[in-house]
């Protein structure tokens, strides 16, 4: 047995190809070949569906060397039939389908010399609509053709069975036959010189010339991409990568009758065993990526015809605009006889065709206004998948397979989102995320969306804040009196009087996590370096660094050291003012310039700083709070306040206002001095506590 596998361009290819394989040129009125399998009708109509701009479906040949009835006694000494062989062979080539999702026929000659198969395949998976590419390599190719010689006990075509042209040409058989016409001699050629490979007599160009003219063809021309034969006076013209200059076979592939009868059980069941593993891994593979598959065809559809959401639009005008002038066949009411046989009619295309297309423009309106109106932030919130969200963009880790680094990034564009799964290499729409999700087909993940469609769009968005940011670096670093305008900001807009300690200006380096588009539009990760556009304050001490944006109404700000609480003090100062950040610092050291100064740099380190805080308070040190005026800010006051015996609270003199510096950029003088006043009595008050504690109960502060 051979195997080869050509690729059909244009569907009046197909179209023709199963036209010669099924009727007979003399008898338009006679059935040439049997149909095994499959309806030619959809095969090409699937064809023109196709997305693929060079192969709209694959032409596969299986010849045997022996004829029908040698092969199918042959079998029956095996227990065998036919039928059983043609299930291996499909089991083969579409390991991993279903048989609903792929157009194909099969069908037999045993009008020549050896019983052989042609079989058509659409380039066109219907589940996705994407091009249909076969799972195997040549190694696995070549280990099916043991696997079935061995198994059924098949003889390899040689050069002894199918002797030369020439001989061919002159039998009676030929003659009789009257197998004239050129495409036929063609045919025959081809397999000739297939079978000249498999047995390792072609190797290259040179060998293959060789192998020609030892079979009675004379050489007449040799074309970069072409090889010119003549014989009895009919010229052939031999196209296709096997005729072409460059063809070379890497590694033969022999197999004669003798190294048949030499082959053992233990070869048999070791080609068996990889074939097998060949068979679960790519059902593996197809079951992870598409998922059980539903068949596309409607229960009251009588001959299940198919749908692709993904028809192309005509090319050009001398293209025709519907199947019909390019489809000439449909079956008889019958469809197929007992033994397989069928009736060709050349008519106009049946209704069968028109609901095909009236279906696909159907799936291709309705999946373009779900990937518009499907917001994937929405659909990952709904299905309850972590993610990181930021504007357009999203990257969360794949929820379909292990992934321990976030692989799956995704953004919006023209309307539409789009994901990418970076470790795998794919991605697509709403649609095919659903899709992939579920491994539903293309036609369930519409109908999914379209029943979840309203609860998808009013859920609210759960995600974390995607990180941009990956590195922060301060360059530049310089006092504010050595920089002209940034002093000028401090003093005329953040309205400073009094430069606090351990403030610098610099400028920032950033090296960013960004998405950008791949060359397919797809989003892809990428980290890029730049500075940041203003100047910022620093807060620099031994332990922290902390930046915010020079513009007090820009709210970028971030730790550059790990965020810790930190301590400016002065000894000679009996108060100590506890804030959450710079900018309170800064503002509130415009009100007491001789203050101590305790930055929690958030809320979440109280805990951290209520030990130090009893200590100073022990020593007699005044504690002022002034946090924020939020949920958490006047939480955290009251947790300090419990766990002192006195302090003093004044975020009461700014309520109103978020924070003590939106307080303070938004005051006139006379607030501030109200501020002043009311502080000094709150001291004056908690002073005077302290003193009646002191002396009434005889405690120790």
């Known amino acids: 047995m051979i195997i080869h596998i050509d690729k059909v361009k244009t569907p009046q290819g197909v179209k023709k190809g199963l036209e010669y394989q ?112 076969f799972w195997f390599t040549p190694k696995q190719l070549e280990d099916f053709r043991k696997y079935i010689d061995l198994k059924y006990g098949l003889n390899s075509p040689d050069l002894e069975s199918k002797g030369t042209i020439s001989r061919k040409i002159g039998s009676k058989k030929w003659q009789s036959l009257k197998h004239k016409e050129r495409e036929i001699l063609r045919e025959e050629i081809h397999e000739l010189v297939l079978t000249g490979i498999n047995t390792g007599l072609v190797r290259d160009r040179q060998s293959l010339i060789k192998f020609l003219e030892n079979q009675g063809l004379k050489v007449r021309r040799k074309g970069k991409n072409y090889i010119s034969v003549e014989i009895e006076g009919i010229k052939i013209r031999l196209k296709g990568g096997i005729y072409d200059e460059n063809f070379r076979i890497e590694e033969i592939l022999t197999r004669t009758e003798e190294r048949i009868r030499k082959d053992t059980l233990g070869e048999y069941r070791e080609i068996q065993k990889r074939i097998r593993e060949y068979y679960e891994r790519k059902n593996r593979e197809i079951e992870e990526r598409y998922g059980s598959i539903r068949s596309r065809l409607e229960e009251n559809s009588p001959e299940g015809n198919k749908t692709t959401p993904n028809i192309k639009k005509k090319r050009n005008r001398n293209q025709s605009n519907t199947l019909q002038s390019d489809v000439f066949w449909i079956w008889n009411d019958g469809r197929r006889s007992n033994d397989g046989d069928f009736t060709i009619f050349v008519k106009p295309i049946s209704e069968e065709i028109k609901e095909i297309k009236r279906k696909v423009n159907t799936y291709k309106n309705e999946a373009e206004r779900l990937k518009h109106e499907i917001e994937l932030p929405q659909l990952l919130s709904y299905l309850g998948i972590p993610f990181y969200y930021s504007q357009n963009y999203i990257k969360a880790n794949v929820p379909w397979r292990e992934d321990k680094n976030p692989s799956f990034i995704a953004h919006k564009k023209d309307g539409k989102w789009l994901w990418y799964d970076a470790g795998r290499g794919k991605g697509g729409s709403v649609i095919d995320f659903v899709s992939q999700y579920f491994g539903y087909s293309f036609k369930e993940a519409l109908e999914w969306l379209e029943e979840n469609e309203l609860e998808i769009k009013h859920s609210r968005i759960q995600a974390k804040k995607l990180q941009e940011v990956k590195e922060v670096r301060v360059i530049n670093l310089r006092k504010p009196d050595a920089d002209r305008e940034g002093l000028k900001w401090l003093t005329e807009v953040w309205k400073l009087k009094h430069l606090p300690p351990y403030i610098w200006i610099g400028d920032l380096r950033l090296r960013k996590e960004v998405i950008k588009e791949t060359e397919k539009g797809f989003p892809e990760i990428r980290e890029i370096e730049q500075d940041y556009l203003n100047p910022v304050l620093v807060l620099k001490t031994d332990q922290v660094l902390f930046w915010r944006d020079i513009n007090p109404s820009i709210s970028n700000k971030g730790w550059i050291t790990s965020n810790q609480p930190v301590v400016i003090g002065n000894p000679n100062s009996p108060n100590l003012y506890v804030v959450e950040g710079l900018t309170d610092y800064i503002t509130l050291y415009q009100i007491d310039p001789e203050g101590s100064f305790l930055i929690l740099g958030s809320v979440a380190n109280a805990d951290k700083v209520i030990p130090y805080l009893k200590e100073q308070e022990k020593k007699g040190v005044n504690i002022i709070l002034a946090l924020d005026n939020d949920e958490a800010g006047i939480s955290t006051t009251k947790k300090i306040q419990r766990r002192l015996k006195t302090s003093v609270n004044l975020s009461k003199a700014y309520k109103g206002f978020k924070d003590f510096a939106e307080f303070y950029l938004n005051a006139d003088s006379e607030d501030l001095n109200r501020v002043r006043e009311n502080l000094e009595k709150e001291i004056w008050d908690m002073e005077q506590r302290r003193k009646r504690l002191s002396r009434g109960f005889g405690l120790s502060l």
């Open 22 to 133: 099924l009727k007979d040129k003399e008898n338009p009125n006679e059935v040439r070949g049997k149909l095994w399998r499959g309806n030619p009708l959809e095969v090409i109509a699937w064809s023109k569906a196709s997305n693929s701009e060079k192969v709209k479906a694959f032409s596969v040949l299986i010849s045997f060397s022996e004829d029908r009835q040698e092969l199918e006694k042959k079998l029956k000494e095996r227990g065998k039939e036919l039928d059983d062989l043609i299930h291996d062979i499909e089991k083969f080539l579409f390991a991993g389908y279903k048989k609903e999702e792929v157009a194909y026929t099969i069908i037999s000659h045993d009008d020549t010399d050896n019983f052989h198969f042609h079989i058509y395949v659409a380039n066109n998976f219907a589940s996705t609509g994407k091009t249909l590419k």
